[in-house]
Nanobody, 114 residues
Framework: QVQLVESGGGLVQAGGSLRLSCAVL????????MGWYRQAPGKQRELVAD???????NYADSVKGRFTISRNNAKNTVYLQMNSLKPEDTAIYYC????????WGQGTQVTVSS
């Protein structure tokens, strides 16, 4: 059974950086598209960034130039490097993977203090 396990969240001051990781466990399946979504209190879940197995990327306008998504297909892991963090980046960040089905991780909290 495919499981997505996130790590790397935490508390950081505005302007700081964090790196999120999401590992695919329980399968050697290489997911076609992997991405990061986030959900702030009282708001809908939104796409932050995603990346295809061939490396094509897509970013939300609000994070362009600050966040970088990457993946290591050999390790079956996707990363999100977050720089110049802002308080409005505070949210639970979820990893998503797609390959016929859609898989979700349980989420990791990112809190940016002003």
């Amino acid at each position: 059974q495919v499981q997505l396990v996130e790590s790397g969240g935490g508390l950081v001051q505005a302007g700081g950086s964090l790196r999120l990781s999401c590992a695919v466990l329980g399968s050697v399946l290489r997911l076609n598209t992997m991405g990061w979504y986030r959900q702030a209190p009282g708001k809908q879940r939104e796409l932050v960034a995603d990346i295809t197995i061939s490396g094509n990327t897509n970013y939300a306008d609000s994070v362009k130039g600050r966040f970088t998504i990457s993946r290591n297909n050999a390790k079956n892991t996707v990363y999100l490097q977050m720089n110049s963090l802002k308080p409005e980046d505070t949210a639970i960040y979820y990893c998503q993977g797609i390959h016929a089905f859609t898989y979700w991780g349980q989420g990791t909290q990112v809190t940016v203090s002003s």
